[in-house]
């Protein structure tokens, strides 16, 4: 059998580079490496209306954002099949049965769920829909019979639950669902890139992202507002890198070759680390150096997001064909699904007769 990847993102916003060093660049990756038979991308609007019940019109409008990210990092219709997650009924359906494998309080015990539920001060009432997003998130995978889900490190114990799911209702039933692996970011800063305040969390409600869509100029602003050492004043004070966020950065997305282009002083990270810890090494020239790696990395994005920008009905028809795809591949999985937990009646034609011979009629 094949290696098959599904992943995709809540439209809740624009995307930003910690999406972009904790998943997307790694997507497209994945789906030019030709090591894979098939890729889904989707857009998770149904997950993202669990907790945002009274924003429908923020999920509505961050469709197309999404797409057009997605799109102009190198997602390529041709390569992957890129679509939207409401549009596939199949998935509610698999997700009702996956509910009959799954106590609630294995869902309690779920650490993002957890979280969460403190995040949005859900404790009081928790929305049903919200609280099991782990077992749509199963449906979502095992739809695929996705064996690679590339995701960010928060996403582990929903991967946990699918094949808690899987296992399950192999046991049960058939051999009917494919167990995923999770894919993680290639290192700890790609895995929890900070926001440029330093903050834990990249989130449009602090206001310290780094979108994909932002311009030059935004970007550079940005980058050199960042949050570095309070204790590195003087530009000869030694200076730590341990939550300093321009060296974060740097480990997230700085290449041997941007220090021949951009830095020829230094022969790697590690000479320039060790260069800001003892001291002599002023945030502006590291920042800069940031500035140019990031500004070379985004540019051919930004380029590209503005060429599919022109036409926007043809986005829509790109996403419609792929949620065409992804529903023939969903029914046939379901279709496998209730044959093995016996709720396929109508097709079964040897049941049909042992119940009318039960009642004396002769085929
Ligand atoms: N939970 C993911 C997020 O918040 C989105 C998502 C929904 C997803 N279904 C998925 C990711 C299936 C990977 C596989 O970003």
Known sequence: MGKIILT????????????????????????????YDKTFIMIADAQALTDNIENPEKVRQNIIEVALDYLACGLDPAKSTLFIQSQ???LCELTFYYMDLVTVSRLQRNPTVKSEIKMRNFEAS??????????SQAADITAFKATTVPVGEDQLPMIEQTREIVRKFNAVYEEVLVEPEVLLPENDACMRLPGIDGKAKMSKSLGNCIYLADSADEVRKKIMSMYTDPEHIQVSDPGHIEGNTVFTYLDAFCRPEHFERYLPDYADLNELKAHYQRGGLGDVKVKKFLNNIIQEELEPIRTRRKEFEKDIPAIYEMLKKGSDIAREVAAQTLSEVKRAMKINYFEDMALIQSQAEKYGQES
């Open 88 to 90: 596939i009924a199949e």
């Open 126 to 135: 928790i929305p049903v829909g919200f609280f099991t997003y782990p077992i």
């Open 8 to 35: 995709g993102d809540r439209p809740t916003g624009r995307l930003h580079v910690g999406h972009y060093v904790g998943s997307l660049r790694r997507r497209v990756e994945l789906q030019n490496s030709g090591e």
